[in-house]
């Protein structure tokens, strides 16, 4: 078998191969023999069947057989013994051969390059320290009583906090635009749930009031015609509402399942959730940093084919959370302009990681892998049918694995970097989050 390699543009590549035809005659012929004492044509005994009509009748099947798995077979050699790692499927542009003749076809495909790790040493990690306080205590006790707050009406003008009941009618350049009508729909001031500005234009407003909103969509609106367009909405005041808060008695603490009811044991179940969520936002912060870092420091060859890919998946998990919002299938154009940056880092942190893995023989321990499968099983209804369900399938299973791997290289370049802490405050750490 001959094989020569050669670089197109970019990271494709062109290999042609050359199959000797003493190789295909040779099998081609052995399995001739074998249906000859095998197969059954009618007016012959079996066993008996004359080699020239087992050719008439399955030469050219037997020999298209061999063709393709040596193509297939060969492909996989050359690729070994040439230490060429793919990037994408190849496409095979295969020759004509006639019997008696060298068989010949090549392959287009997209490679991923070597590349060397940048020293870790060199990357600088700062890893924020914070502390839960009484303060953070409080307020989340506050929020708490919000959450569970009673409306009741207000004859005064609206302020932060307070909820609104309004109708509204929007218009771009005074035409009329799809969800541009809501009736007796609730706001609720300072939540940002609306569009910027949206709610700030309604404070001060009383029942009964009217009044002309004018706020800018977003230039990343998920309808794309709306986007960074101006509108104006005529909005009508029903009523002005004030939060009452509940007590914070044995009632309301029971009510988030502490059993005995006071609020000692209740700020300590929070202190223990807020410090979960403390070290998640730490966690999170260092290995934004450490992708960050290792992205700058290695610039790497992206094959079109990974890029293409993550496209393409980016789009239709996006197609589906809008989907989920109610938004039709017709309604969402997308352009896959707008995912190409993301998807290239998404290519790019997938190479380093797979390098770093493979450099420093990183396996994913069983049982961090078992309790990160109980951990996003815990949100289901049952949560040990979903950690079976995982463990059912090995491909399932990888999808963890692959979490688990990529916390691994996470640990492990904080290990090895330049780490300084800086400290914090939890509300800060949350604030980010958002």
């Known amino acids: 078998m001959q094989v020569s390699v050669e670089a197109t543009e970019g990271l494709e590549r062109r290999m042609k191969v050359t199959i000797p035809a003493e190789q295909i005659e040779s099998e081609v012929n052995s ?37 393709n798995e040596m193509t297939q077979t060969s492909f996989r050699e050359a690729i070994a013994k040439n230490d060429i790692q793919l990037a994408s499927m190849p496409r095979i542009e295969p020759q004509s051969s006639q019997t008696g003749e060298d068989f010949e ?7 991923i390059e070597r590349f060397d790790i940048a020293p870790i040493k060199d990357i600088k990690i700062t890893k924020p320290v914070a502390e839960i306080t009484e303060q953070n205590i409080d307020n989340m006790l506050e929020n708490l009583r919000k959450q569970r707050a009673d409306w009741q009406t207000a004859d005064r003008a609206g302020e932060k ?54 706020v800018t969509f977003p230039d990343d609106y998920h309808a794309k015609d709306l986007a960074g367009k101006e509108a104006s909405f005529e909005v009508k005041i029903s009523s002005v509402s004030e939060p009452v808060l509940p007590e914070l008695d044995e009632e309301f603490i029971r009510g988030y399942d502490v059993p005995d009811g006071t609020i000692e ?25 450490v992708m960050t870092a290792l ?3 290695n610039p790497v060859e992206l094959p079109q084919a990974k890029v293409d890919e993550q496209i393409e998946l980016l789009m239709a998990q996006t197609r589906e959370t809008l989907q989920s919002k109610g938004a039709q299938f017709g309604d969402v154009e997308l352009d896959r302009v707008m995912f190409e940056v993301q998807a290239k880092k998404r290519v790019a942190l997938g190479l380093l990681t797979a390098e770093i893995i493979k450099q420093q023989n990183m396996t994913p321990a069983p049982d961090i892998v078992r309790t990160k499968v109980e951990s996003v ?8 049918e979903v950690v079976n369900w995982y463990y059912a399938d090995t491909e399932r299973l990888a999808s963890i694995e692959a979490m688990v791997l990529e916390d691994q290289v996470v640990d492990w370049v904080t290990e090895n970097a330049d780490v300084a802490e800086e400290q914090t405050t939890f509300d800060a750490m949350m604030k980010n989050l958002r």
Not at 42 to 66: A, D, L, T
């Open 265 to 289: 044991s209740l700020r300590k179940e929070i202190r223990g959730s807020m410090q979960d969520e403390l070290e998640q936002a730490i966690r999170g912060n260092i290995k934004e940093q």
């Open 377 to 384: 099983s815990a949100s289901y209804d049952s949560p040990d």
């Open 161 to 214: 906090n307070d909820q609104l009941v309004v109708d509204f009618h929007g218009t771009i350049e005074g035409k009329d635009f799809e969800g541009n009508e809501g009736s007796q729909v609730p706001i609720e001031l300072g939540a940002d749930k609306f569009i910027a500005g949206f709610e700030d234009q309604l404070l001060g407003a009383k029942a009964g009031d009217e009044r002309t909103v004018k």
């Open 295 to 297: 992205l700058t420091a």
């Open 105 to 111: 076809y090549a392959a287009v495909f997209e490679v």
């Open 31 to 67: 399995r001739l023999k074998s249906l000859v004492r095998t197969v059954r044509i009618k007016g012959f005994r079996p066993g008996k069947v004359p080699m020239s009509v087992v050719v008439n009748r399955y030469g050219m099947h037997v020999r298209q057989e061999v063709l």
